[in-house]
Structures are given as C-alpha cells and as structure tokens.
C-alpha cells in the first residue's frame, strides 16, 4: 500500500463531497489550529516518548469532511506527523483513513516501509463511543506487519470518562490480541481571565497486557 493511495483516496472523498453539497460561503474559517501540551504521550496502552509531549494539528473542516495533520514532538528527539482524512455522518457514523508517519526514524513520507495506513471507523451516540481500526499494509519503520487491528469502547458520564481497548500487532509485545487499555479521565477548565481560559483534561491509563501504569495530565490552547 503506498503513500500514493492515500492520497487517492484523499481525492476521492474531496471530489465526493463536492458533488453532493454545494459549497457556501460560511463567516467562519474552515481551517483551524491546536496545540496540546501533556505530561507524557500515551496511545492504545503504549508510552512513546521519554517526556513531555507537544502535540499540534492543523484542520480543514467542511460539513462532515475532515482533512488534518497531527503530531507529537518531545524533547528526547520523539517525532510524529500524522495525516488524516474523515467523514462523519450525522447519524453518529464516522469512517476515515490514517497515515502513521514518524520523521525521526529517518524515513521517507513516499516510501512504503515508512508509513503505516489505518482504516477508521467509529460511531457515538450520546455518552457512547466505539472504535474499530486496521492497518492495511506492511511497514517495517513503523514497526507494524499489516494487518493489525484495534477496537475500543468508552462511555462520558457527567464527571468523568471510562475506556478500554484491545488489539494485536504492534499494539501488544508479543502481537497477540489482548487488552492493552483501560483508561479513565475527567476534564475542568481553568479560568484565567474573562475572555480567557485552559481546558485541562488528566487520566488514568492501566495497560493489563504489558502490567504498565501511567498517568497523564495535559492541557489545550
């Protein structure tokens, strides 16, 4: 699978959605941008990274479409840039497609060894979550053999969020599908000022496969 499909497909959800909605003028920019810092960067039960993490993402929104860029840099030299495209419905249906790229590891964004691409799918409803992912190609940098998959449930009551999640391949040290994230969190937002204030998120991640304990605290701007 190479970096060239992606970008196919990419084109064809873009080509789509201009053949089925027409396109208005909104007063609102369709772009936007975040920046997260947190204490550590952990993802499906697995820590990357040595210490704190800045993770930036720039965004083009219009209707259900979502093309982006994500990533996340630490200060041990830890680089990730991460392109996506999604769409949602407004059932509560999401499908989309993921590149895994990691700059760091010295390898090319066109070549095949270096980019692992995920298919995304997930649905909400209400307080409900559910996630289905799977890596269609084969990536020796990335460290993934293709074919790997993951899934995960949560649920957001008032106060506070539970997660748990499952996967093989890259996901588990010994590639066996297993439980590798439970997860609980909750959020607050600091006021600073009157126009201004922090959202501040912390949670609690358990990863029964590999008997790790994390921690993680972080906030947005």
Known sequence: MRFSIFLAILLIFTLTLKAQVEVKEEKTSPFSVGADFYSNYVWRG????TGPAFQPSVKFVAKGLTIGVWGSFDASGYTEADPYISY??????????????YPGAGGSLFSDSSNAVE?????????????????????PVPATSGADMYFQAGYAF???NISIGAGDGWHTSDTEFNVCHIGIGASKTIEITDKFSVPVTGSVIVNPEKEQLFLVVGFSL
Not at 46 to 49: P, S
Not at 124 to 135: E, M, R
């Open 88 to 101: 949602s419905f407004p059932f509560g249906l999401s499908i989309g497609v993921t590149d895994y790229y």
């Open 158 to 160: 008032k106060y506070f």
């Open 46 to 49: 697995t820590k990357f990274g």
């Open 119 to 139: 298919l995304n799918l997930g649905y909400t409803l209400k307080g409900l979550s559910l996630s289905a992912n799977y890596i269609v190609n084969e990536a």
